[in-house]
């Protein structure tokens, strides 16, 4: 990165500091879809040109992407008219959304130094290194819930547990989907060591949890994380 690229990000980021701009920011880059000007003013509880203008300086700073499509089930006037939607910048190389890169590399010098050690296989100690830390990660976690009141839904506890490292989960009837890979770079460039070394740890950090019933899975799909937690279903009871 350049000094100039670096003044630029820091600019960018600067501007999130304006407070209905960073509400308009995060109810876009929450949504699971690219949302239109008036989704957005509606979603903040702002006039739509007040929603227009920082949606645009947000487009215009590169913190925001832009496509343009009509709209199904428009009935009023204007309907046939092309919208313009905003959506998650793939631009921007800060830190937005959160990624933790410092957690994956110490994930991968673990494993290589037991192997060194030890002369066992880099890929078992990586499975075990991912494990070990998706413990960590939970069991404070698990003391965090302790000390404050939380969901009292188990997939809720996993959610704020799975929010809080990064992974953006949305809740469903099915379970989870993240829409956020902590490791997205690593995941692009090395998708069999990353995503295993993924799910490894997200089924770690779940079983350090009061939660039953759901299990992490692969499920890649472009736009979010490789992982996806589902509920399992349970065995009836017999009569």
């Known amino acids: ?21 960073r509400q308009l920011y995060h109810f876009v880059v929450t949504r699971p879809e690219p949302v239109s000007r008036e989704h957005a003013a509606a979603g903040v509880g702002v006039p739509v040109h007040i929603a227009r203008f920082h949606l645009d300086k947000l ?6 992407d832009v496509e343009y499509r009509r709209l199904p089930g428009r009935t009023r006037f204007g309907a046939g008219r092309i919208a313009k939607l905003y959506r998650r910048s793939t631009r921007h190389t800060a830190s937005l959304p959160e990624r933790s890169y410092d957690l994956a590399g110490r994930i991968l010098a673990e494993a290589v130094t037991q192997a060194q050690r030890t002369g066992r296989t880099v890929d078992a100690l990586v499975t075990e290194a991912a494990r070990a830390a998706g ?18 839904d188990p997939l809720g506890a996993d959610g704020q547990a799975l929010a809080a490292n990064g992974y953006e989960p ?8 993240l829409m ?9 460039s090395h998708p069999a ?7 490894d740890l997200i089924n770690s950090l779940l079983d350090t949890l009061p939660a039953h019933g759901v299990c992490a899975m692969l499920n890649p799909a472009p736009g979010r994380c490789c992982v996806t937690v589902d509920v399992v279903p349970q065995p009836r009871p017999r009569d």
């Open 180 to 188: 956020n890979c902590p490791f997205h770079d690593l995941a692009q």
């Open 59 to 64: 487009e215009e700073d590169g913190l925001l």
């Open 135 to 152: 413990r960590a990660l939970g069991e404070r976690a698990r003391q965090a819930a302790e000390q404050s009141p939380g969901p009292a």
């Open 1 to 21: 990165m350049t000094a100039n690229d670096f003044d630029q990000q820091v600019t960018s980021l600067a501007m999130l500091g304006e407070p209905t701009r």
């Open 193 to 199: 060591v990353v995503c295993g070394l993924n799910l």
């Open 170 to 177: 949305r809740l469903s009837h099915e379970g989870m989907t």
